[in-house]
Every structure is written in C-alpha cells, then in structure tokens.
C-alpha cells in the first residue's frame, strides 16, 4: 500500500536506486565518522559516542567484527536507502535502524532554515524534509511488510499492520486538518503558516521513524 499525501504541497521528485552502493553524487548527505568497535549483532560504536542499532545487509557482521578502530565510514543518506553507514573503501553500507543524534534528514533541513531569508523560504524547508520523510515512511513501511527474520508475515499478521497504517493515514489527515484551523485565517502573519508546516513534517517523520524502530528491538 503506498502511502500518499492527501494535502496539497509539492513534494521533490529523486531518483530511487536499488543498488548496494551509490555513486557519490547520489547521496544526499554524507559525513566523516570514526568506527569504535562492533558490540553483539547488530550494535556499532562510533568514536563520538554514538551507539547505532543496524542492520548487516550489503556488509556482514563479521567483516564488520574484523575492522579495526579507527576506520573511516560515512554517514549517509539517500531516499532510497535511508540514513546508513558506508565504508568508503568497499562502497558498501547497512542501514541504520537508531541511535543517530541528529538524522541526516534533520542535518539537511538544518542547512536549508540557516540559509532561508523569509517565512515562505521556511516553508518550502518544512516541505522539503517533510517530503523526504514521507520517503523515509514508505520505504520503511513496505521493508515491515516484506520482513522475513524468522519467518515471513503470516495473511493475518500482515492485514493488522495494513490495517494499522490506514488508521494512522486517518489520524494524519485529522490532524493536518486540526493545523489548517488552528494556524489558519483567523491567525494574521505568516509565521503561522511556517509553523502549521513543521507541525505536518514532525508527523510524518515520528510514523517514519516508529516504523523504522520496527525492524529492530
């Protein structure tokens, strides 16, 4: 079930690539990390601290296990892959599930609001990160759907959670329509426009980042 925005504002268009690595114009965001050492499964330690629950996909945990401290890796992000770790010798990476401080999408939207010179070059920033999270949101609901640990979703399993997601579309409809009363006409200036759309960006990225979470534990 794709997930689609029943409001009005634009969303950016970015190619999807499946591949297992990306060539570096395709990533959106990428920044130097310190890899610390790997603890069980799936947990990495960075050397700023950061604990990050992942997945070994394209990068087996134990080559992983094998690195030694100090290695180079990116943090990266594109659309079609979400935030994850890249090692720049292989071009591999695997996705992250949590433990990010800051989330790339929030770092690009960060860039964007130091740069905006008016409320409406605000708002295009919510719409931007908001886009990109309704992204984050599809992705991750359809990998839910498709997960395979253990054993695949059984035809009830799987209607619950289809299920579940048609009611939050619901609840998010209800609520954008609750921002476009409350921040609506009867409020003068346009700040009220600016923050009736962070309102919007903040629920889809708590659903994307809730369905995120679980594919992990």
């Given at each position: 079930?794709?997930?689609?925005?029943?409001?009005?504002?634009?969303?950016?268009?970015?190619p999807?690539?499946?591949?297992?690595?990306l060539?570096?114009?395709?990533?959106?965001?990428?920044?130097?990390?310190?890899?610390?050492?790997?603890?069980?499964?799936?947990?990495?330690?960075?050397?700023?601290?950061?604990?990050?629950q992942?997945?070994?996909?394209?990068?087996?945990?134990?080559?992983?296990?094998?690195?030694?401290?100090g290695r180079?890796?990116?943090?990266?992000?594109a659309?079609?892959?979400?935030?994850?770790?890249?090692?720049?010798?292989?071009?591999?990476?695997?996705?992250?599930?949590?433990?990010?401080?800051?989330?790339p999408?929030?770092?690009?939207l960060?860039?964007?609001?130091?740069?905006?010179d008016?409320?409406?070059?605000?708002?295009?920033?919510?719409?931007?990160?908001?886009a990109?999270?309704?992204?984050e949101?599809?992705?991750?609901?359809?990998?839910?759907?498709?997960?395979d640990?253990?054993?695949?979703?059984n035809?009830?399993e799987?209607?619950?959670?289809?299920?579940?997601?048609?009611k939050?579309?619901?609840?998010?409809?209800?609520?954008?329509?609750?921002?476009?009363?409350?921040?609506?006409p009867?409020?003068?200036?346009?700040?009220?426009?600016t923050?009736?759309?962070?309102?919007?960006?903040?629920?889809?990225?708590?659903?994307?980042?809730?369905?995120?979470?679980?594919?992990?534990?």
């Amino acid at each position: 079930m794709k997930i689609l925005k029943s409001y009005y504002w634009i969303f950016c268009v970015i190619p999807f690539c499946s591949a297992s690595s990306l060539g570096a114009a395709e990533w959106l965001y990428q920044k130097d990390v310190i890899y610390h050492k790997s603890q069980g499964h799936n947990i990495i330690a960075l050397a700023d601290s950061q604990m990050l629950q992942v997945q070994y996909t394209h990068i087996k945990w134990k080559t992983v296990d094998a690195w030694k401290r100090g290695r180079q890796l990116h943090l990266a992000y594109a659309p079609s892959t979400g935030a994850v770790l890249l090692d720049p010798k292989s071009k591999k990476y695997f996705p992250i599930i949590s433990g990010l401080k800051e989330h790339p999408i929030d770092s690009l939207l960060g860039e964007k609001l130091t740069k905006a010179d008016s409320e409406f070059e605000f708002i295009e920033c919510y719409r931007y990160a908001d886009a990109l999270w309704d992204k984050e949101l599809n992705r991750a609901y359809k990998e839910v759907l498709n997960d395979d640990e253990d054993r695949k979703l059984n035809a009830g399993e799987r209607k619950i959670i289809v299920e579940s997601q048609r009611k939050w579309i619901q609840y998010r409809d209800a609520q954008i329509r609750a921002f476009r009363e409350f921040y609506g006409p009867r409020r003068s200036g346009t700040i009220w426009q600016t923050i009736a759309a962070e309102r919007i960006m903040e629920l889809t990225k708590s659903q994307a980042q809730r369905l995120t979470r679980m594919k992990g534990f």
